[in-house]
């Protein structure tokens, strides 16, 4: 299910900042080369994203799922003079492609990836972070929102990717996939948590953004 019709899109697109020419061969290469291309975030999320940053203005941004780095670059740009952003996947496969877009957007020294399973690096992180992004295994997001909160500063920020899953979380539950599922799951933690302010836009698969109070 297309949840933004393809028109709405492209006239978005059309009023919306252009991609940089790192990030336009980065989406077209993925698009090439690698599976699952629809799991980049892509020119509007991608443009939010880095609107979103440069609003927060962070010191330190945790990235769950780096996938082939085009959300990081855009989370990057609004990182402070002395800020980094620490990435993480799973998938060893997506480094050196991740790394050489990562130095040629300018960022080799502000984004820093790290190869495993979030849930054993991120408890060794030593950091308290300003804006976190989940964009990883559906059924881990519940985990990695727990494991975060601790980390995360008062008036920091979630965003959590892909929570309308195609337009899967408004089937009836007995049709909706295991990904859909733990959406919805998610959503309704994230609702039932009085410790945070929560706000979900329908751009492209859903984003909720969170505060911490």
């Not at 492209?10 to 599976?35: D, G, I, M, Q």
């Not at 945790?62 to 990057?76: D, N, P, Q, V």
């Not at 997506?94 to 050489?100: A, I, S």
Request: with cysteine; aromatic share 8%.
């Amino acid at each position: 299910m297309d949840v933004i019709p393809a028109a709405v899109e492209a006239f978005a697109e059309k009023y919306t900042s252009p991609e940089t020419e790192v990030l336009r061969r980065l989406n077209r290469e993925t698009h090439l080369e690698v599976e699952r291309p629809h799991m980049l975030s892509g020119h509007l999320q991608g443009q939010f994203f880095q609107l979103i940053s440069h609003m927060i203005r962070p010191r330190r941004i945790l990235e769950i799922g780096t996938y082939t780095g085009y959300s990081a670059i855009c989370l990057a740009q609004g990182l402070t003079n002395d800020g980094l952003l620490y990435t993480i996947d799973i998938n060893e496969e997506m480094e050196d492609r991740c790394l050489r877009y990562f130095k040629e957007a300018g960022l080799a020294d502000k984004i820093k990836m790290h190869i495993g399973k979030a849930v054993d690096i991120i408890p060794q992180m030593n950091e308290t972070f300003d804006l976190v992004f989940i964009d990883a295994d559906k059924a881990g997001y519940d985990d990695y929102y727990d494991l975060v909160w601790d980390k995360l500063r008062t008036g920091g920020f979630i965003l959590a990717d892909n929570v309308i899953y195609h337009g899967e979380v408004l089937l009836p539950a007995a049709e909706q996939s295991a990904n859909a599922k733990a959406m919805v799951r998610f959503c309704e933690k994230v609702l039932a948590d009085g410790r945070a302010e929560k706000l979900l836009l329908t751009i492209r698969d859903g984003v909720l953004i969170i505060r911490k109070k």
